[in-house]
């Protein structure tokens, strides 16, 4: 491995790190974020494929996926076989935080009644 290599993949793997610690303060579960950040590393891939990449227990993968569909994180790209690419983190964490901001707005301004 050259060193140019080394530093993209040591990067990688900061950003990566990173965006566990914001997922997890987000609220996701630790299945849940590693489900994501798996396909998020193989870009798109089967059930199957997303479950051998990850260390989730294949008897929890696809409740994870469903929800991870269903709110958003990831995109359903094929029926048979079932098969799911990430969507693009940074749209989504800024979705988190607007979606948290309503939620802190709504209450302040209740608290102000």
Known sequence: MNRNSFIGN????????????????????NYKIETYISLLKI????????????????????????????????????QKPLAYRANNPKIIIKSEIEKNKEKLDKLKNELEK
């Open 10 to 29: 040591l990067l990688l793997l900061v950003v990566m790190e990173q965006l566990k610690a914001i997922l997890s303060e987000i609220g996701l579960s």
């Open 43 to 78: 870009k798109s891939g089967t059930v199957q494929q997303i479950a051998k990449s990850s260390t989730v227990p294949s008897c929890k993968i696809y409740e994870n996926l469903k929800w991870l569909h269903e709110n958003g994180y990831i995109s359903m790209i094929s």
